[in-house]
């Protein structure tokens, strides 16, 4: 089986940085994903990590550590459109995704 | 905007009944997958497909069955549908190519009283 571990909860105050970490557990992995989800929407793709490293697209970056089986999405400068949920997933052999349970991101005035 | 559209995009059914969830995506991708989205679960895989006549379970298939005769649609069936059926359903494909990135239909809400 597999297991994805995220925070269920996070609150930042506008303008601030936030990291939002995540742990899995799987076999035949290749890569981990974060998306974003506005309540009532659907998820959106943010980044892909499948090396070691950290990948940077505008105010938001994501790390990834294949050794330590962990990840995060690091959002700078936040702005209150960010409040939203962010899923990580990881990418399995197959071309099957699994995905963590979610955190709610809450960006505070 | 990969061309996705998810038909009903809300549903209330009763206990018992089938059910039917159409995905049509209008750039003929080979693969398709079924969601559903629960609070606290985030979201599980149903079924997945990789090409006409080609499919697989997911995390959560027991209770449903998928069918993609075509290349643009992948049907999600719940052959009796029972209350813990009831959450948002999202249908999803990733491009050729891009295998990495998923992108996502507008979700259909099903009820199931």
């Known amino acids: 089986g597999q297991s994805l571990e995220q925070p269920s909860e996070v609150t930042a105050v506008e303008g601030a940085i936030v990291q939002i970490n995540c742990t899995y557990q799987?076999?035949?992995?290749?890569?981990l994903s974060w998306y974003q989800q506005h309540d009532g929407g659907a998820p959106t793709f943010l980044s892909y990590n499948a090396l070691d490293g950290l990948e940077e697209t505008g105010r938001f970056s994501s790390f990834l550590s294949r050794s330590d089986s962990y990840g995060y999405l690091l959002l700078q400068e936040l702005q209150m459109k960010d409040s939203a949920s962010y899923f990580c997933?990881?990418?399995?052999?197959?071309?099957?995704?699994?995905f963590g349970s979610g955190t709610k991101l809450n960006v505070k005035p | 905007d990969a061309g996705i559209t998810q038909s009903p995009r809300h549903k209330v059914t009763e206990t018992g009944t089938p059910v039917t969830l159409r995905c049509h995506q209008t750039?003929?991708?080979?693969?398709m997958y079924w969601y559903r989205q629960d609070p606290g679960h985030g979201l599980r895989l149903i079924h997945y497909?990789?090409?006409?006549?080609?499919?697989d379970k997911g995390e959560v298939s027991d209770g449903y069955s998928v069918s993609r005769s075509k290349t643009e649609d992948f049907l999600l069936t719940l052959e009796s549908a029972t209350s813990s059926q009831t959450s948002v359903y999202f249908c999803a494909i990733t491009r050729t190519g891009s295998i990495n990135e998923q992108f996502f239909g507008p979700g259909t809400r099903l009820t199931v009283l």
């Open positions: 799987t076999s035949g992995f290749y890569g």
């Open positions: 497909s990789y090409g006409v006549k080609d499919t």
């Open positions: 997933a990881v990418l399995r052999n197959f071309n099957k995704f699994y």
């Open positions: 750039e003929n991708h080979r693969y």
